[in-house]
């Protein structure tokens, strides 16, 4: 069993089952040995992904709400955060929204050996997740690493939250640059003014997840679709 894992789960209230630490590096064996192909992580040995994947996604358990809920993971790439918390949350639905459909493809194989029954994966944009009826509006959580900078991710994360839901950004040290930048989109999507918390990944420096509620519905017109957006964040 991964110390590590054990002891940022354990601040988070979730003890972590021996059969989950098996599957948390069931799932790292199977995204390094498709990352030889896929490109799908820029981390490629196996000591730094038990850091900076697992471990890194640990550290948002401490900020979900307990109890059955919904949770999408945007921009979910090789399948970060959203598939760790689906194996330490195994009581809760996560939906990996990816767009680049060779990484889509994986997700969905990745899970079924896994025996992930809590995770779905939606191979959309997430401009058109954010309008579809079935999505929108309809998730309690909405997380994404390395998707783009807030003002972006406010448009995109805040259309799919319930009113009362909460988006967790997990960001670097430009957290404090793009925050200023945000609050227009914020506020026109129906946020809150944000809150930093502390990502609490140990030898880490400057990880820190942007918590912005929803306080009010999102206006139809968001998120725009890209041919409109073209590159103009709000």
Known sequence: MNPLWNQIAGKAGIPLAPAQHELLNRYLDLLLAANQQLNLTRIVDRPSAEVGHIGDS????????QGALRLADVGSGGGVPGIPLA???????????????KKARFLTWAAGELGLANVQVVDRRVEEAGRAAELRESFDVVVCRAVGALNWLAEWC??????GGKMLA??????????PLAEH??????????DVRPADLPG??????????KKRP?????????SVAKGRPL
């Open 58 to 65: 640990l550290t948002l358990l401490g900020w979900l709400p």
């Open 87 to 101: 194996i330490a949350r195994p009581d809760i639905a996560v939906t990996l929204i990816e767009s680049t459909q």
């Open 158 to 163: 805040l259309p799919l939250l319930k009113v």
């Open 170 to 179: 997990m960001k670097g040290p430009r957290a404090s640059e793009e925050l």
């Open 185 to 194: 989109a914020i506020r026109l999507a129906g946020g809150a003014n944000p």
């Open 204 to 213: 880490a420096t400057n990880h820190v997840i942007v918590e912005i509620v």
């Open 218 to 226: 999102t206006p139809a017109a968001y998120p725009r679709h890209p």
